[in-house]
């Protein structure tokens, strides 16, 4: 019923999309407390890294199979939430920090 619903209202699949793999990048950026990276001159955050390498691979991977379809706004709506949950992780943890 689920699915039926989520295809009668045009856009939540992109919000399921952004909440479900966001709240996945949250989680595991909360849990390595925030841990980052230098690349490419930039600080990223070690769970966001792995969660969009998931995502991806997983959106891509649908190109294999004849009843998935890989779609590009999926996986931009996958980045959006990956982005937002890391900026959010990061300030959590900061405060989380600083009342110690």
Not at 11 to 14: L, S, V
Not at 17 to 27: E, Q, S, T
């Given at each position: 019923?689920?699915?039926i619903w989520i295809e009668r209202h045009p856009?939540?699949?992109?919000l399921g999309?952004?909440?479900?793999?966001?709240?996945?990048?949250?989680?595991v950026n909360?849990?390595?407390?925030?841990?980052a990276v230098r690349l490419l001159g930039r600080e990223w955050l070690v769970g966001s890294i792995f969660v969009a390498v998931?995502?991806?691979?997983?959106?891509?991977?649908?190109m294999a199979f004849r009843?998935?379809?890989?779609?590009?706004?999926d996986l931009a709506a996958d980045l959006a939430?990956?982005?937002v949950a890391g900026w959010?992780?990061?300030?959590?943890?900061s405060r989380k920090s600083a009342a110690a």
């Open positions: 019923p689920i699915f856009g939540t699949d992109k999309h952004f909440f479900l793999i966001g709240g996945f990048a949250f989680f909360w849990c390595l407390a925030c841990r998931l995502a991806a691979g997983e959106e891509f991977s649908q009843y998935r379809t890989f779609d590009l706004v939430g990956i982005i959010l992780a990061r300030r959590v943890t």
